[in-house]
């Protein structure tokens, strides 16, 4: 019989251990190792099992690599073209990760659907009936699409060794197993182990292969810190379940910039490509209401106009409360104390509730002056007039701050019909012979004199 050998595993950070530890050395988590059995036996390729040649490779001059930058694989989807840098990469692995119920399937069985390519969707977690009935929902007629329902990676292979599809979609890298590792599915080694099998296939057959991964509590892949390096893209699917947007953000990208963003719109038939962001995520509403402002930021490389809401209200218990949807408390709090220090308010014994609307959450500091402005609007009860948007970053002494390319945001806010804008003092601007009235600022008194008189 052939000898067990197992290991301990950090099923936190993958790191391996002779034996068990209490804490991870590596990552510090405490309680994480698990052994895991990792027998392994000698012949194991993705080819032994559709029994074709192996070859190894050889070294080349840098000169006789033939590049492939060209050859990218168009997936029909503007935005998912976008983050990927142009397309998938042949033999390219992309790992796309994301909270339950986010939209990762749907996302990637619609492109499986709408490409003219032959794709096959390996599914480990739905059955095919169930595959089904989300196809006919999105695009019912779809010649170039097999799904397959398997976990089995040796089995996997094979259909692929029959099928010989252009693009590999995995639902999900946790639910797989290879007969080589003997420890449970979604464990730090099968994970490791499958995920090497499919990069060995992509990387031999020049097949793109998209993986779905979980996610944990903390919003991190599940599974070993390993796999996003063993990757050639990772991608996170994000945005809150409640609302319709989902922003589709690239991690790492071995053939493209990680700065470019993709949005979507669920909708009962699938996602929905959101070529024009700012139009949507601004509310149309005809009345003039206190407590909105405009910001106008820049997620990854794109220009984006998103509405701030702010509600300043007494405080009904000693301690007032702050709470912000889409913006971090404790930058609400910092700038809350600036305006109590700067602009003379007495915000201590006002509850402020904060919230970026369309559910997406931004870190871009250029909208602490929105932000500001929002509630100075709320407090005092007078709307911001109609056509003023903001794009500066706030300091401790109340100082409006520069913030960068903020000549993307003024064409952006000019496209969009905004009719003014606050920036910096100190901001550079480039541009010449604007549509849009440019108000430089230095302090946020300067604005609360021009907003409010
Ligand atoms: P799903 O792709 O299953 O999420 P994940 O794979 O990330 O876990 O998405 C499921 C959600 O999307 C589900 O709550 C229903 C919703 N949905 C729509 O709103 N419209 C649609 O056309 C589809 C297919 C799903
Ligand atoms: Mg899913």
Redo the contacts with the bound molecule.
């Keep these: 019989m052939a000898k067990t050998k197992t290991a301990f595993f950090c099923q936190n950070c993958g790191t391996q251990y002779a034996k068990w530890v209490g804490q991870c050395s590596s990552c510090k988590e405490w309680n994480t190792v698990v052994e895991e059995v990792v027998q392994k036996e000698e012949k194991r390729s993705w080819k032994t099992d559709i029994s074709s040649v192996k070859q190894a490779s050889k070294p080349l001059r840098v000169s006789e690599i033939t590049h492939e930058k060209e050859l990218r694989l168009d997936t029909l989807d503007q935005e998912f073209n976008r983050v990927l840098g142009g397309g998938l990469v042949p033999g390219s692995l992309t790992l796309l990760g994301?909270e339950?119920?986010?939209?990762?399937?749907?996302l990637l069985l619609q492109i499986a659907l709408k490409l003219p390519y032959k794709t096959l969707y390996v599914s480990g977690e739905e059955s095919q009936r169930q595959i089904k009935m989300?196809a006919d929902?999105?695009q019912p007629n779809s010649e170039n699409c097999y799904i397959l329902t398997e976990t089995k990676t040796q089995n996997i292979f094979q259909q692929i060794g029959a099928l010989e599809p252009d693009l590999v979609v995995i639902d999900s890298i946790q639910t797989l197993h290879t007969d080589y590792i003997e420890s449970a599915a979604g464990s730090i080694s099968q994970i490791r182990e499958c995920a090497a099998e499919l990069i060995k296939f992509a990387k031999e057959s020049h097949t793109p292969v998209i993986l779905v991964g979980h996610i944990t509590k903390d919003g991190t892949i599940a599974g070993p810190k390993i796999l996003e390096h063993m990757v050639d893209t990772v991608l996170q699917f994000e945005g809150d379940r409640n609302y319709v947007y989902r922003i589709l953000r690239s991690l790492k990208n071995r053939f493209g910039s990680t700065a470019e963003l993709g949005i979507y719109e669920?909708?009962?038939?699938?996602l929905r490509e959101v070529n024009n962001p700012s139009e949507v995520l601004i509310s149309k509403n005809q009345e003039d209401l206190s407590g909105t402002a405009i910001a106008a930021t820049v997620e990854g490389m794109r220009p984006l106009l998103i509405e701030i809401q702010a509600l300043v209200s007494t405080a009904v218990y000693g301690t007032p409360q702050r709470s912000a949807t889409g913006f971090n408390a404790k930058r609400l709090n910092m700038l809350l104390a600036v305006l109590e220090k700067r602009a003379g308010f007495k915000l201590a014994a006002k509850d402020v509730f904060l919230n970026i609307t369309g559910g997406i959450s931004v870190d871009d500091p250029a909208i602490d002056l929105a932000v500001m402005a929002a509630i100075l609007s709320s407090n005092a009860d007078i709307p911001i007039e109609k056509g003023i948007c903001f794009a500066a970053e706030v300091g401790l002494a109340g100082e409006i701050r520069p913030v960068q390319r903020v000549d993307q945001r003024i064409l952006e806010a000019e496209k969009l019909g905004f009719s003014t804008i606050f920036v910096s003092k100190n901001n550079k601007i480039g541009l010449k012979n604007t549509g849009i009235q440019i108000r430089k600022v230095s302090k946020i008194e300067d604005v609360v004199s021009a907003l409010f008189g």
Excluded at 266 to 270: I, P
């Design positions: 994301g339950p119920g986010i939209g990762k399937s749907t989300r929902r999105i669920m909708q009962g038939s699938g």
